[in-house]
């Protein structure tokens, strides 16, 4: 009979245990499927395929929201170089913005369609470098160089398509200038 209450309690003392494990077990699951759905929206958001950037975009709680402005802002920014921009600039812009995976008609492509059709102020210009910064500061060397890589090549793209569907060079060195400041911002 004690043998039977020691074995009942012992049996009792290893589901508890096993169930708390298992409990544990379930949270870090949930945990880090978050975390990779997350990890993916980010992807599908913005077209950054580098894991490890990803992981620490994740780890650092940046949304796929917020880190479009970080990637597509300079874009806008380039295309306003010249105080104007025509239907064509605004075309090339919002390719690339489909090209790094944002879809028409999002929330997030409405906000560039609306820095495209009002010159952003420049207090979004300074809010960008503070931000941009402040992130970059937070990421390890390689992911800081590959954000940077990636979002002055889209960058870039934009300003040669521009003077190359121009066939000019008059906005050339406001790019330029442009292209500096993001280089250094980030």
């Known amino acids: 009979m004690t043998t039977d209450i020691f074995r009942t309690r012992e049996h009792a003392l290893e ?9 544990v077990l379930w949270r870090d699951l949930r945990c880090q499927l978050k975390l990779d759905d997350r990890r993916h929206a980010l992807a599908d958001a913005t077209g950054i395929t580098d894991e490890a950037v990803l992981a620490e975009l994740v780890e650092l709680d940046i949304t796929s929201e917020t880190l479009f402005a970080l990637l597509l802002f300079p874009l806008v920014w380039i295309a ?12 090339l812009v919002l390719k690339a913005a489909v090209e790094a995976g944002h879809k028409r008609g999002s929330a997030s492509y409405q906000l560039l369609e609306s820095w495209l059709d009002y010159e952003p102020s420049r207090k979004l210009e300074l809010a960008w470098k503070e931000y941009v910064r402040f992130v970059c500061g937070q990421l390890s060397t390689e992911a800081r160089r590959a954000l940077r890589s990636d979002t002055l090549r889209r960058a870039r793209e934009v300003a040669d398509n521009i003077c190359y569907r121009f066939g000019i060079d ?12 993001i280089a250094a911002a980030m």
């Open 15 to 23: 589901y508890e245990f096993f169930h708390k494990v298992d409990e």
């Open 80 to 91: 306003w170089a010249d105080g104007s921009i025509d239907p064509q600039e605004r075309k």
């Open 170 to 181: 008059r906005v050339e060195k406001a790019q330029d200038a442009i292209l500096s400041q």
